[in-house]
């Protein structure tokens, strides 16, 4: 496996996106990605090696979230943090093999959603992907309204590192993560999420008294969520590489019910 360009100081943001999409766009199999996923993956992954680092999920764990997929056969899946559309171009066609019914992308940069537009559409995967833009809670909270009486079946956490929790919460509250959800965490060891592993950790006791310290103290007036405390999950870090050979892991962790302590 061939890595990325190494991470900069500055890695993303500053123009190397539009530089992604000029490159395919002009790429000598250009025509020969109509339709085809996997080659423009691959152009995608050769822009991150011979030209500028991209925060993709890449091959080693993007590999760990199509097994997920394959395996569990989600009917929605929702990805917080879409970027340039890797990610929903790899999960998208493997949810569409998986007999799938959406995969929606939570983008919060209209750049950034533009360009994974386009790249879904050069994939022809426009007829399962959607994109919704804006900021992330409020996204959630519109799917509620989208899905009033479902869970989603599996969700991908990969936007800030320091919302996955709260957010990862505002899900339970909105019963979007339920008995059943499979919620998969990029990152957790490169840079770290201590926070978010703890809390899926968590005993429900602990977490219930979480919860109440929290609520005495006001945070919500903050949009802090409290999340459900009586969901247990089942988790289990799942290894593998960063797009630039640091080594990495996805955190797999089972909504399995509830547990009133």
């Given at each position: 496996?061939?890595?990325?360009?190494?991470?900069?100081?500055?890695?993303?943001?500053?123009?190397?996106?539009?530089?992604?999409?000029?490159?395919?766009?002009?790429?000598?199999?250009?025509?020969?990605?109509?339709?085809?996923?996997?080659?423009?993956?691959?152009?995608?992954?050769?822009?991150?090696?011979?030209?500028?680092?991209?925060?993709?999920?890449?091959?080693?764990?993007?590999?760990?979230?199509v097994k997920m997929i394959t395996d569990r056969n989600p009917r929605i899946m929702v990805e917080l943090g879409g970027?340039?559309?890797?990610?929903?171009?790899?999960?998208?066609?493997?949810l569409r093999k998986a007999g799938g019914q959406k995969f929606i992308s939570l983008e919060v940069s209209p750049v950034f959603a533009d360009i994974s537009d386009t790249l879904i559409r050069l994939?022809?995967?426009?007829?399962?992907?959607?994109?919704?833009?804006?900021?992330?809670?409020?996204?959630?909270?519109?799917?509620?309204?989208?899905?009033?009486?479902?869970?989603?079946?599996?969700?991908?956490?990969?936007?800030?590192?320091?919302?996955?929790?709260?957010?990862?919460?505002?899900?339970?509250?909105?019963?979007?993560?339920?008995?059943?959800?499979?919620?998969?965490?990029?990152?957790?060891?490169?840079?770290?999420?201590?926070?978010?592993?703890?809390?899926?950790?968590?005993?429900?006791?602990?977490?219930?008294?979480?919860?109440?310290?929290?609520?005495?103290?006001?945070?919500?007036?903050?949009?802090?969520?409290?999340?459900?405390?009586?969901?247990?999950?089942?988790?289990?870090?799942?290894?593998?590489?960063?797009?630039?050979?640091?080594?990495?892991?996805?955190?797999?962790?089972?909504?399995?019910?509830?547990?009133?302590?």
């Amino acid at each position: 496996m061939s890595f990325y360009k190494p991470e900069e100081k500055i890695f993303h943001n500053d123009g190397r996106e539009q530089a992604l999409l000029e490159y395919i766009q002009s790429h000598p199999s250009y025509d020969e990605m109509h339709g085809n996923p996997e080659r423009i993956l691959a152009a995608i992954d050769e822009f991150g090696r011979e030209k500028d680092f991209l925060m993709n999920v890449g091959q080693s764990k993007g590999a760990i979230v199509v097994k997920m997929i394959t395996d569990r056969n989600p009917r929605i899946m929702v990805e917080l943090g879409g970027y340039v559309g890797y990610s929903a171009i790899l999960f998208g066609n493997a949810l569409r093999k998986a007999g799938g019914q959406k995969f929606i992308s939570l983008e919060v940069s209209p750049v950034f959603a533009d360009i994974s537009d386009t790249l879904i559409r050069l994939a022809g995967l426009e007829d399962i992907v959607e994109i919704i833009v804006g900021p992330c809670r409020e996204s959630l909270r519109a799917l509620r309204e989208v899905y009033p009486n479902r869970r989603l079946d599996m969700i991908f956490f990969d936007h800030r590192k320091v919302q996955y929790v709260n957010d990862l919460k505002l899900c339970e509250e909105l019963r979007l993560v339920a008995p059943g959800t499979t919620v998969l965490a990029d990152n957790v060891i490169s840079p770290g999420n201590p926070a978010y592993l703890e809390y899926v950790r968590f005993s429900t006791k602990k977490k219930a008294e979480h919860a109440r310290l929290q609520s005495s103290e006001g945070d919500q007036l903050e949009d802090l969520s409290t999340g459900d405390p009586f969901l247990v999950y089942d988790t289990l870090t799942v290894r593998g590489l960063e797009v630039t050979g640091v080594p990495d892991a996805v955190e797999v962790s089972y909504c399995l019910g509830f547990d009133f302590p």
